[in-house]
């Protein structure tokens, strides 16, 4: 769900060139069948360092071809350079970890003013800022436990769904009924908090405390807090349940939402053994209370890799995202995307999506986008 306002274009985008690449992920995934897969290459390990660090950089065109608001394309950009430092190299206690992100963000703001979606056709649409998106410290705590706090992303950690990763709609990264219902600490905004996992066997337990209004970091908890709870089973697949309360103070300004509790579930299953299998997820939420925007969602899809001869390094996946908004209607997006590896650190990933019914009255849309990915660490 988004919650931003204010953006600006990044760049005038190439219409023609986002029509004509992204309006079908399969074509590009039938060309790239010629092409020579990528491979890494395999340097010796080096040894051991105190500081490992990231550098990503995606940047897409997002072209709205029919529905919705109004026709047109606009452009994302996000890049992101992490660092994680090990505590123990420096005098902290051993396996203690300092993680630190700095991110910066760009966006035409293609679902407020091309689409109308209210869970947004790209996972990268935020307001044009640079910010310290994570800062946490987090050691283990016995044999079984975890800590971890600081400025925290809940999505990263709660509510994951590792087979949907793929996929560019909002909806399949933090889930509506409670990125919708809340001012939860996700992307693009983190927020001041704590975490606790336990870990035993194939069971897997997360309880979190974040501020709840992470868009004013000063505040703390003093403002109120959203508290979430996970617990999960690693079998043949992975299995979720989970819930939240969002809670803030009477004092907070009519601007924050009001008080809303809910539950999610999730399978995230292989479909067969071996390295790398194809796999399929279904996820649903639903908030009892009946005072949030979102009422319920439901995300299922699948994951194919290698999907085509000679492309082992290629990825394909498609996606239902569904989400009812009380009083108006329901949302429901089709994705189908493609993600060319050209070299091990440069990907290209054309995606087409059906919209039905952008924010629940909107006429339906058809979206392509295509975004271009390059990664180190």
Known sequence: MDRTAGWKPFARPHRGLARALAACPLGLALAAAAAPAATAAQPEAPPPSAV???????????????????????????????FVLDGGAVGLPRGSRIKATLQRTQSGQPSATRIGDAQSVTNIEAPSRSRVYELWYGQPAGANWELRA??????????????????????????????????????????????ATWHVGAWTSRTGVFQADPQDRSSALRRGATWMEEGAYHGSGTYKLGAWSYRPDASADAQLPRADWGSYFSVDQPLSAGDNPSS?????????????????????????????????????????????????????????????????????????????????????????????HIGFE
């Open 150 to 195: 600081g400025l925290i992303a809940a999505d990263a950690h709660f509510d994951v769904l590792d087979s949907a990763g793929l996929l560019l709609n909002g909806s399949f990264g933090a889930e509506p009924i409670w990125s919708g219902n809340t001012v939860a600490p996700i992307f693009p905004i983190s927020g001041i908090g704590a975490m």
């Open 280 to 372: 399929v997820f279904l996820r649903a939420g639903w908030s009892p209370a009946q005072v949030g925007a979102v009422a319920y969602d439901l995300q299922a899809g699948m994951l194919v890799p290698g999907p085509l001869p000679g492309r082992a390094q290629d990825q394909f996946s498609f996606g239902v995202a569904r989400a009812r908004f009380r009083g108006l209607g329901t949302e429901t997006s089709y994705e189908a995307t493609y993600q060319v590896v050209l070299t091990p650190h440069l990907s290209l990933q054309p995606d087409l999506q059906y919209v039905a019914h952008p924010g629940g009255t909107l006429p339906s849309a058809l979206v392509a986008t295509l975004r271009l």
């Open 52 to 82: 490992n660090w990231t550098l990503s950089l995606d940047s897409e065109i997002v072209d709205n071809l029919g529905g919705g608001i109004a026709p047109g394309s606009v452009g994302d950009t996000l890049a992101r350079l992490g």
